[in-house]
C-alpha cells in the first residue's frame, strides 16, 4: 500500500493477487508483493549485480554505475512514483529489483555475444533470461525451483518494454523478427502472463523509471570518465533549460556541485512530468480496477509528449559520445570476444564445465548450448575473465 494509507482502486491489491505458480501459505507479517521484494533481494543473482557492468567494466573506478546500482536507482524512483499515484510500492518495487536480473556479464556486449552464440539456438533475450532466473535458475527453495513469485511480478518483469503480443497472437514491433523469447513462450504455457496486455502500473512506473535513471546517471558517469562537458548539453530540450536554470541562481559554482545540482534537477523535473502525464491519463481513461490498466491501448504511466522527446534527445547524445565512444566500445569489443570463446569452449567440452552445469543430454546440441548460456549469462564479470584465464593461454586486460 501506498505509505500514506491511500490505496487507487485501480492499484494492486496483495490480498487479491492472481497468486504464485506452487501455493503457499500466507505471511503473518508481510504482503505478497513485499515477500516477492525479499526474496530478490536475498538471491544470488541479485548478489552478483554488484559486480556486472552497467557501461564501465568494474576495474575503470569505484563510482560507476554497476547493474546493482543502477537498479538501487530504478528501485528509489519507482517507489516514488508508485506513492505519489497511489500505487502498492512493494510490487513497483518488485519489479525494479528483478528488472536487470537476466543481463550477463559485460552489459549489452554480453547480451550481443550470447544472441550470437545461440543464434541457431532460439537466440538470447535479457528479459527472458530474467524469467529463467526468477523461475528455474535460482535453487534456495526445498519445494519448487526458482524463487515462485507472484503472477504480478513475474508479469512485470516480462512485460518491461510492454505487450510482447497483440490481441491476435502476433509478435509487437519488438519481437517481430525474431519471435518471443523462447524462455517466455515456454513458462507461459504453465501460467498464463496475458502477453497481450499492458502490466499493472506499478510495473508501468518501475519501467519508467528504468529511463529516468539511465539517463541521469549515464549522463553523470560520462562527465566522470570525461567523454563530453556538462555543456554539451545546453542545446538539448529540458536538460538545456535545466543548465541554464542552475547557472542562473549559483553563479560560479563548482564544477562538481554544478553537475550534481543539474543531475537533482533533471530527476525531479521527469519523476513530476510523470506523476503529472499519469494523472491526466488516468482521468481520460477512469480506470476502476487493475483490469481496465492492462486492457488500456497505452501505457498510462509515461512520460508527456515533451518530456519523452527531451529523453529521446538524451540518449541520442549519448548513444555516439558514451554508448559507442571507442574507449568503451574497444573494451566490450574484447569482453564480447572472451564470452564467444568461453561458449565455443564450454560446447565444444561439456565436461569442463562445473559439475551442477554440465547437462545432462550432452547429444542434445540445443538443451547443451542453452544450459552453457544460463551459465555464462550468470557469470559476473570479474568471474568471466576467471575463467576465461583457466581456460586459455592468454586473456588481454580490458582496458
Known amino acids: 500500500m501506498a505509505s500514506n494509507g491511500r490505496r487507487s482502486p485501480f492499484a ?26 525479499d526474496r530478490l533481494i536475498h538471491s544470488t543473482a541479485f548478489r552478483r549485480l554488484g559486480y556486472k557492468t552497467q557501461v564501465f567494466v ?4 569505484d563510482h560507476y554505475r554497476t547493474r546493482l546500482t543502477h537498479t538501487l536507482e530504478v528501485t528509489q524512483i519507482a517507489r516514488s512514483l508508485a506513492r505519489a499515484l497511489a500505487l502498492d510500492e512493494d510490487l513497483a518495487e518488485a519489479s525494479a529489483l528483478g528488472h536487470d536480473l537476466g543481463h550477463p556479464p559485460f552489459g549489452h556486449a554480453g547480451e550481443r555475444a550470447l ?3 545461440l543464434k541457431d539456438w532460439g537466440g538470447f533475450d535479457h528479459n527472458g533470461q530474467t524469467l529463467a532466473v526468477v523461475t528455474r535458475l535460482e535453487r534456495r527453495y526445498a519445494a519448487f525451483d526458482g524463487l515462485n513469485l507472484t503472477w504480478e511480478t513475474l508479469e512485470g518483469l516480462v512485460k518491461h518494454n510492454g505487450p510482447l503480443i497483440d490481441r491476435a497472437g502476433r509478435p509487437t514491433v519488438r519481437y517481430a523478427e525474431h519471435g518471443i523469447p523462447g524462455e517466455i513462450a515456454e513458462y507461459n504455457k504453465r501460467q498464463d502472463l496475458e502477453l497481450w496486455s499492458f502490466a499493472s502500473p506499478e510495473a508501468q512506473a518501475a519501467a519508467i523509471a528504468d529511463d529516468i535513471a539511465y539517463d541521469a546517471h549515464d549522463i553523470d558517469d ?56 499519469a494523472q491526466r491519463r488516468l482521468r481520460t481513461l477512469a ?45 566490450m569489443t574484447l569482453a564480447e570476444d572472451r ?20 547437462p545432462a543430454a550432452v547429444d542434445d546440441d540445443a538443451a547443451r548450448a542453452r544450459q552453457i ?10 568471474f568471466a575473465l ?14
Open 12 to 37: 494492486a491489491d496483495p490480498g487479491a493477487t492472481r497468486g504464485r505458480l506452487w501455493p503457499e501459505p500466507p505471511s503473518a507479517t508481510r504482503s505478497d508483493f513485499r515477500r516477492d521484494c
Open 58 to 61: 568494474y576495474h575503470e573506478g
Open 115 to 117: 544472441a550470437s552464440c
Open 222 to 277: 560520462g562527465l566522470r570518465a570525461g567523454l563530453f562537458a556538462l555543456d554539451d548539453l545546453a542545446g538539448l530540450p529540458l536538460a538545456g533549460d535545466i543548465l541554464r536554470e542552475v547557472d542562473r541562481q549559483n553563479a560560479s559554482l563548482e564544477a562538481g556541485r554544478r553537475s550534481h545540482e543539474f543531475l537533482r534537477r533533471l530527476i525531479t523535473r521527469m519523476i513530476e512530468d510523470v506523476i503529472g502525464e
Open 287 to 331: 480506470p476502476k480496477c487493475p483490469g481496465d490498466i492492462r486492457a488500456a491501448a497505452g501505457s498510462v504511466v509515461a512520460f508527456s509528449g515533451a518530456v519523452a522527446q527531451a529523453d529521446e534527445a538524451i540518449k541520442a547524445f549519448l548513444s555516439p559520445r558514451m554508448y559507442r565512444h571507442t574507449r568503451v566500445m574497444g573494451i
Open 339 to 358: 564470452l564467444r570463446e568461453l561458449f565455443a569452449h564450454y560446447l565444444e567440452r561439456p565436461g569442463e564445465l562445473p559439475a551442477e552445469w554440465r
Open 373 to 382: 548460456a544460463d551459465f555464462i549469462a550468470g557469470m559476473t564479470d570479474r
Open 386 to 399: 576467471i575463467e576465461h584465464a583457466r581456460l586459455f593461454d592468454s586473456t588481454p586486460e580490458l582496458r
